[in-house]
Nanobody
């Protein structure tokens, strides 16, 4: 049974930093590309897709960032620990959301994926609240 368990979400001040972790089990982690997504409060009810914040290939060699977080967020992974991380710096209040990690098999060592529908497995999410 595949499990993805996020941690690290909490209340932070604007301009502050948080590091999210996602521990995976029940899969061969090194075969999976990973992504971090977020969904702001109320957006689910509006039918809004979760936004891909960052994604990383199964080897860790290639990464993707949505434009709004480039230069502030860093995705990384430790295949020996079956864990993917999201370092978030210079946080903004509008980034308050539930953050989810997701996994899908990577076709090549360099492929990353930023469409929520392409992912097979999801964690339960961790709340990040950024106060102004």
């Amino acid at each position: 049974q595949v499990q993805l368990v996020e941690s690290g979400g909490e209340l932070a001040q604007a301009g502050g930093s948080l590091r999210l972790s996602c521990a995976a089990s029940g899969l061969t982690f090194s075969r999976y590309a990973m992504g971090w997504f977020r969904q702001a409060p109320g957006k689910e009810r509006l039918g809004k897709e979760r936004e891909c914040v960052a994604a990383i290939s199964k080897s860790g060699s290639d990464t993707y960032y949505t434009n709004s977080v480039k230069g502030r967020f860093t995705i990384s992974r430790d295949n020996a620990k079956n864990t993917v991380y999201l370092q978030m710096n210079s946080l903004k209040p509008e980034e308050t959301a539930v953050y989810y990690c997701a996994a899908r098999t990577g076709i090549t060592t360099r492929d990353y994926y930023y469409t929520s529908g392409s992912y097979s497995y999801w964690g339960q999410g961790t709340q990040v609240t950024v106060s102004s």
